[in-house]
């Protein structure tokens, strides 16, 4: 630990902390300059080197002198929260704003109407609705009375967390999502998801109620290794059975006969190719138009589908008009298939169907229109800011992250050490096993259920393993897993809803002071991404397999369009380093605090390759250890760690 006179006299004036942590002020400075001189910052750094506050820090003395509003993305709520935390802390020493911002549905209060809505676009709808109706009692109180103005003076005069906002609306009965609309355009921080400032129809609407352009914000995003696979999110699109089927009802319903013929048929079409496949299948991009002039017999279908978004869009006012849910299905459906049209000679997008389970666990279809290029969503807002702040635990290699989300030519780019002491830190590899599909048999994984044995027996208290997919979690099982560990297993599964795996994950953190347990999950899910376990609440991570994507249709796709864009990287850009980043945020489980010591277990050969610990944090690959294909070794090591 230092003093902060380390750090720049600007940021002194916003940096909250008496002391400050192994090379944070490093840290600190390399965000601080390149923000001032109006460049992009992409920057890795480890748990506990304090990468929120020195983000904060770093960027506000430049967002006060030039006038500038600070985002602050994130996944989770938790990382809002911790975002809102923080500047309370700076607010003692300098005054300052913030808030954390959820979506409609979290803040709504009217929860007997919210119920109704199955998405946010339908339930923003259903708010429009009830607030043209006069029907909302919350938004009502909005209409600025007393308590509605006070409440936004208060939230202009220091940071709130969300939370704190829907309490004190709650006892006012006043509407906290319009609460905050309206404010957000008086403070100086907000923090807030990706898709405010990465989906243009979101981030539109929320800069609306800024009143600030992105020229004048400096965006900082944080867990950035999540930011490719969101974007992709953001540009792809779907269309279920299910609503084609609605559609078809919705067209007979409002007179639109030529509508629900055509509806029926795409289902029947749809249903029929869904059958010859297994899972995933490209389409051409003529499927569509196929149907449409070869069996509906219509000549121009962008004008077709142009007439159906029309019928949709008069269906909506109709109900609105009623008092009605102005929910459309027909619209949804028209709405996908100009898409569709609009990305027919769009390399950047692959056109597929594919079949999946309802929570119901029935099997359906959908056809997809999947992205592949996220520098189509991100570039347009990292071109267009004062500045962006873009920071991981794991972004490494940094070339690769530039080029594949686009950001500014100029951008600078650091990896900042890992202030843990070394002897914190064991990361081994065990030899003589893997996960590959042809290395798959019972054989291997009684091999691999046997390593976990010793790190289990050899762990102080609580152990996490990872999967590289579901198929090995559950192949990991039927090899006697649950019997061998001896203590207490708690086992994600597919499909899982977050609200059920945060009470697994609380359950198995409360045996931190019961002896210990075993939580058994996947790379790439929520708990080995999202969830933070310091102290005993897991002290050992066993990292089965490199979790590489299963090679369908649409993986091949990304790999064969980053190859195009990225000659000789398709592969490894597409297919590898998505594996790697899964990897090494699990890895990361274990150790969140200076104090922590944790043993990081790498399960298969392959991490002990030069080219795939090249993918690895510097932190988990120096100094790592490879182990023979020999019982009882793992033991001995862990003992010796965990001893010291």
Known sequence: ????????????????????????????????????????????????????????AAVLPTAFSKKLKVLYVARTHRQ??????????????????????????????????????????????????????GECPYYKNNERTYEYMQLQQQISTRPYQSLEIIRACKKKDICPYELVKSSVSE??????????????????????????????????????????????????????????????????RFGYEEAAVFARLLYAETEKRAACISREEKLAPDFLTQIVRDKAGILAPRSFFQSLNEAGLAIKKTLLSEGKHPRSYLYGMSDFLLRWMATTDD????????????????????????????????????????ANVVMSGTLQPLEAYM??????????????????????????????????????????????????????????????????????????????????????????????????????????????LTGGAVFLGVQGGRTSEGVDFPGNQMNSVVIVGVPYAEPTPRVKAQIEYYEKRFPKFGREYGYVLPAMTKASQTAGRPIRTLDDKGAIIFLDYRYATNYCRSFLPAWVRDGMKLLPAKDNVLSAVLRDFFKT
């Open 347 to 386: 390399e950047s997008h692959v056109t597929l169907i594919s079949k999946y389970f309802t929570r119901e666990n029935t099997q359906t279809a959908k056809l997809e229109i999947a992205a592949l290029d996220p520098s189509k969503t991100t570039c347009p807002v990292f071109s267009s800011t004062y």
């Open 80 to 133: 809002h929260e911790r975002v809102i935390e923080e500047l309370k802390a700076i607010s003692k020493k300098h005054p300052i704003t913030g808030i954390s911002l959820r979506g409609r549905h979290e803040m709504c209060l009217n929860k007997s109407e919210s119920r109704k809505a199955s998405d946010a676009k339908s339930l923003m709808e259903l708010c429009e609705l009830l607030k043209a109706k």
């Open 403 to 512: 080029k594949i989300t686009k950001l500014p030519e100029n951008t600078i780019q650091h990896v900042a050490p890992s202030p843990f002491p070394k002897e914190h830190i064991l990361s081994v590899v065990c030899l003589g096993i893997s996960t590959a599909m042809e290395s798959r048999t019972f054989a291997m994984y009684q091999t691999i259920v046997k390593r976990i044995t010793e790190v289990v027996a050899n762990t102080p208290v609580n152990t996490g393993v990872f999967a590289a997919s579901f198929e090995v979690l559950r192949a990991l099982l039927e090899a006697g897993l649950e019997v061998a560990v001896k203590k207490p297993l708690y086992c994600e599964h597919r499909g899982m809803s977050s609200k059920g795996n945060e009470h697994l994950v609380a359950a198995f953190k409360q045996h931190a």
């Open 187 to 252: 403070v100086n921080v907000i923090a807030l998801s990706y898709l405010y400032a990465f989906d243009p129809d979101i981030r539109n609407a929320f800069l609306k109620n800024l009143e600030t352009p992105l020229q004048k914000i400096i965006l900082v995003v944080d867990e950035a290794h999540n930011l490719p696979e969101t974007a992709i999110e953001i540009s792809s699109s779907s269309l279920s059975l299910y609503v084609m089927r609605q559609a078809e009802l919705e067209a007979k």
């Open 1 to 56: 630990m230092s003093s902060p006179t380390a750090l720049p006299k600007e940021v002194i004036e916003f940096f909250p902390y008496n002391t400050v942590r192994p090379y944070q002020a490093q840290f600190i400075s390399t965000i601080f300059n390149g923000v001032k001189d109006r460049r992009s910052v992409l920057i890795e750094g480890s748990n506990g080197l304090g990468k929120t506050i020195s983000s904060l």
